[in-house]
T-cell receptor, first 113, second 111 residues
Framework: KAGVTQTPRYLIKTRGQQVTLSCSPI?????VSWYQQTPGQGLQFLFEYFSETQRNKGNFPGRFSGRQFSNSRSEMNVSTLELGDSALYLC????????????FGEGSRLTVL | GEDVEQSLFLSVREGDSSVINCTYT??????LYWYKQEPGAGLQLLTYIFSNMDMKQDQRLTVLLNKKDKHLSLRIADTQTGDSAIYFC???????????FGQGTTLQVKP
């Protein structure tokens, strides 16, 4: 059974640009959540999608957005990139929001110059 | 509020047992997790425990949960150099389903 797939793995952008990251969850999983990992702030929750609906959102500015498609694949978008957006963005997949098993992908490492 | 605390560093000798501790504050937690992260990689789910359980064992891993004190521990028996990594404790909010992570404990295993 394939794991959680995130693309791209690495990318470099400049300030002011926008970026779109993709996540394909484990087959049959309908909940996809996104986390940002930085050395200073650690792992922080961005948002969670279930059946194409955003269920929860963390404390991030509106520049951070996401969506989920009918096949459960999810994308997150960051507009008007800032230097502080440089981070590892991790996607997590689970059957639903409240079951136990929650699996992460390898992440997308974003560098903003 | 929601907060998870871990010690930052643990050093052990190969073959010894490692115990990583974690405390949390959210009473609504449904599940508690241990993840392992190696350099440049994502988070690997090691094990998780439902909040009404006291203990869970999985091969070399033993998780102990003291719900009254909101204390979680991960014991790794016969620690190997391949166990060197950062270990994250996390609680899953019963209200929102989101994970609240600790800062991570760096485990160093000396040969």
């Amino acid at each position: 059974k394939a794991g959680v797939t995130q693309t791209p793995r690495y990318l470099i952008k400049t300030r002011g640009q926008q970026v779109t990251l993709s996540c394909s969850p484990i087959s049959g999983h309908r909940s996809v959540s996104w986390y940002q990992q930085t050395p200073g702030q650690g792992l922080q929750f961005l948002f969670e999608y279930f059946s194409e609906t955003q269920r929860n959102k963390g404390n991030f500015p509106g520049r951070f957005s996401g969506r989920q498609f009918s096949n459960s694949r999810s994308e997150m978008n960051v507009s008007t990139l800032e230097l502080g957006d440089s981070a590892l963005y991790l996607c997590a997949s689970s059957l639903d929001s409240f079951t136990g098993e929650l699996f992460f992908g390898e992440g997308s490492r974003l560098t903003v110059l | 509020g929601e907060d998870v605390e871990q010690s930052l560093f643990l050093s052990v000798r190969e073959g010894d047992s490692s115990v990583i501790n974690c405390t949390y504050t959210d009473s609504s937690s449904t599940y508690l997790y241990w993840y392992k992260q190696e350099p440049g990689a994502g988070l690997q789910l090691l094990t998780y425990i439902f909040s009404n359980m006291d203990m869970k064992q999985d091969q070399r891993l033993t998780v102990l949960l003291n719900k009254k004190d909101k204390h979680l521990s991960l014991r790794i028996a016969d620690t190997q150099t391949g166990d060197s990594a950062i270990y994250f404790c996390a609680e899953r909010s019963g209200n929102t389903g989101k994970l609240i992570f600790g800062q991570g404990t760096t485990l160093q295993v000396k040969p």
